[in-house]
């Protein structure tokens, strides 16, 4: 069974950058599109980004866009997520997810595996 474990979380500055990793085991992502939501309290789980591992196909919500880049590493097993000119209302529990390929979104309800999270805060 796929596994995914995240990573990269942590405290950070506005303005600041972080990088998530996002490690499967048991598993190839390439075998999926691979999504990453956040969870900030008291709020709904949201969707943020997903890549395809079938053609590279990146989509981002609009309150990321320009600011978070995803990429995968297939030698890694792994799925990143870049985070620049973080703020304060980026700061969330971050959870990589995966949904089988194919016509689909960013909601939740479409991810199978998901990892335990990382904590991200954007707090000077």
């Known amino acids: 069974q796929l596994q995914l474990v995240e990573s990269g979380g942590g405290l950070v500055q506005p303005g600041g950058s972080l990088r998530l990793s996002c490690a499967a085991s048991g598993g190839t992502l390439d075998d999926y599109v691979i999504g990453w939501f956040r969870q900030a309290p008291g709020k709904e789980r949201e969707g943020v980004t997903f890549?395809?591992?079938?053609?590279?196909?990146?989509y981002y919500v609009d309150s990321v866009k320009g600011r978070f880049t995803i990429s995968r590493d297939n030698t890694k097993n792994t799925v990143y997520l870049q985070m620049n000119s973080l703020n304060p209302e980026d700061t969330a529990v971050y959870y990589c997810?995966?949904?089988?390929?194919?016509?689909?979104?960013?909601?939740?309800?479409?991810?199978?595996?998901w990892g335990p999270g990382t904590q991200v805060t954007v707090s000077s």
């Open positions: 997810a995966v949904r089988p390929l194919g016509f689909g979104g960013l909601g939740p309800e479409e991810y199978d595996y």
């Open positions: 890549i395809s591992s079938s053609d590279d196909n990146t």
